[in-house]
């Protein structure tokens, strides 16, 4: 009965039974993300002591005291306490508080005193508090308040100082090293980093530089890997809901690839796809870095804009990820099914987008509501064809290989082109819609030569019926993950906006497919 009412009664379609089936499963997230902050108190004190604030410095702190007194070893939460505003005299009475910090076992009280100060009386008094300290956290904390304060120079005199003072603290070349490069003092920082009695972790970035600077790119393409990968359980929540939007494009690509007739090996190759996509992001990277130093954007110069957005975005990204497309070339030129080769193809694309994704996700709702229908599928597109013609162009040969040429050209081109309109809305208003023009017409194209490709019967499972309940999924995920960090009201507001801005897109999706909707 609850199958029929979601609108799996049969395979005639309606208006009405798609709207149920949507409702439905957007509902179960619905509720999810309506529970969550709760599930979240039962298991995460610090994230209840956190929504505890946002109903007032009364109420934070009453919680954070009882949570202190049973954990008084929780740095977090003596930080957490003192780094609060504290406006009119709300919260905690200063003289209990002070008293509080005195009896801290983890840290010493001067600093927290200097953090305190610098929340409510300024800078110049926090670091009073700190002057003439000889413990190398004082020394750290001086460090950090410069740079709270953004300056950068004290910030670096500072750690110079903690530096001479305590040689053996990491923490401490870590903030010097990275300070150095930023001030364009390479040789210092590199003399630092490479002195062999010292090890310092966690300077990804500041390796970066340092060997951009000195030309050493193969150490610098390592550190730059090494500096995205090692930040992805930071963004642990934008990496969730960027896989499970990954994932229902891959269901919903595999199932338009008729996937359910490909041997297993097929399907490994798909699985490998998608890794070398994922990886090709990564590798992106590298020529970003090395791009840097000479090229800003965007530019006041339209002229300008336009040949970065086609180089140094479109034909470097469709460059890039032909490169891993290369792997799966021995597999792929013995194939014959058109759209086999389409569907793998496109899945390294789709690969690039998720990792791409994981860091526009931190926008939440709409963003991700969006992304999921442009952001995916565009990048699916554009190497599904750029690939499609390598691999014709290596089992051919001869004008083959001029075509390849062209269609990559072209693709990068319109990358390139997609891009601009996009970054120029900012400065005229109503670019954007252009943009979204040119990301229709290039996705009724591809369908439709996915779609000729596929002489078979109709499908038990309509592509239609599939792409709402995945649109369902992926609003739903958008929901859950703006309430992670929203007003449960705004949250939603976020995410219904976003789903009606695609409606036009999703519309072009239903023509497409041309399966009968009653």
């Excluded at 980093?193 to 600077?213: Q, S």
């Excluded at 798909?270 to 791009?291: K, N, T």
């Excluded at 109503?430 to 943009?435: K, P």
């Excluded at 038990?460 to 009201?489: E, Q």
Aim: include cysteine; glycine fraction near 8%; proline fraction near 4%.
């Amino acid at each position: 009965m609850l199958w029929n009412y979601v609108g799996f009664d049969s395979s005639r379609m309606t208006v009405q039974g798609l709207a149920r089936q949507f409702a439905v499963v957007f509902g179960v997230f619905a509720i999810i993300g309506l529970s969550w902050p709760y599930l979240v108190r039962l298991v995460s004190e610090r994230v209840r002591i956190s929504l505890a604030y946002e109903d007032g410095l009364d109420a934070g702190d009453r919680l954070l005291i009882e949570y202190l007194e049973r954990s008084p070893d929780a740095t977090w939460a003596w930080y957490t306490l003192v780094k609060q505003p504290r406006p009119d005299g709300t919260g905690l009475d200063k003289s209990e508080l002070l008293s509080r910090i005195e009896t801290c076992p983890v840290l010493p009280p001067v600093v927290l005193r200097a953090w305190y100060y610098l929340y409510t009386d300024g800078t110049e008094r926090a670091l009073r508090e700190l002057d003439g300290g000889g413990d190398v956290r004082i020394h750290l904390a001086r460090i950090r308040i410069y740079l709270a304060n953004m300056s950068l120079e004290e910030a670096l005199a500072a750690a110079g100082d903690a530096v001479a003072a305590y040689p053996d603290s990491a923490k401490a070349r870590a903030y010097a090293i990275d300070l150095l490069t930023q001030f364009g003092r390479f040789d210092e920082a590199r003399a630092l980093l490479e002195d062999a009695a010292y090890e310092v972790p966690g300077i990804a970035g500041a390796k970066i530089r340092i060997y951009l600077h000195t030309g050493d790119y193969v150490r610098m393409s390592v550190a730059a890997v090494v500096y995205e990968v090692s930040s992805y359980p930071q963004r642990a929540p934008t990496v969730v809901a960027s896989l499970i939007c990954g994932l229902a494009w891959l269901v919903f690509v595999l199932h338009m690839g008729r996937v359910s007739a490909w041997s297993g090996g097929d399907r490994g190759v798909a699985v490998v796809a998608l890794l070398c996509g994922f990886a090709s992001a990564i590798v992106c990277l590298i020529p970003i870095y090395l791009m840097e130093p000479y090229f800003t954007f965007p530019s006041e110069d339209l002229v300008y804009n336009f040949i970065y957005c086609v180089i140094a975005i479109g034909i470097k990204e469709e460059f890039v990820k032909l490169l891993l497309v290369v792997p799966l070339l021995p597999y792929l030129v013995r194939q014959r099914d058109r759209l086999k080769i389409l569907t793998i193809t496109s899945i390294v694309g789709l690969g690039f987008a998720m990792n791409e994704n994981i860091g526009y996700f931190l926008g939440g709702g709409s963003v991700v509501v969006s992304r999921f229908l442009t952001a995916n599928f565009f990048h699916m597109v554009l190497t599904g064809y750029c690939g499609y013609y390598l691999v014709r162009a290596v089992q051919g040969g001869g004008g083959h290989w001029n075509v390849f040429a062209l269609q990559t050209l072209k693709m990068s081109a319109i990358h390139g082109i997609y891009d601009l309109l996009l970054t120029m809305d900012v400065v005229l208003e109503g670019m954007s819609l252009f943009a979204m023009a040119v990301y229709i017409w290039l996705s009724q194209v591809y369908l439709r030569l996915v779609l000729e490709s596929d002489r078979e019967v109709a499908r038990k499972l309509p592509l239609t019926r599939l792409f709402v309940a995945l649109m369902a999924v992926v609003t739903g995920i958008a929901f859950v993950l703006g309430t992670g960090y929203l007003p449960t009201r705004v949250a939603l507001e976020n995410t219904v906006l976003g789903a009606v801005g695609m409606g036009v897109i999703t519309i072009m999706f239903f023509r497409e497919f041309k399966e009968p909707v009653h």
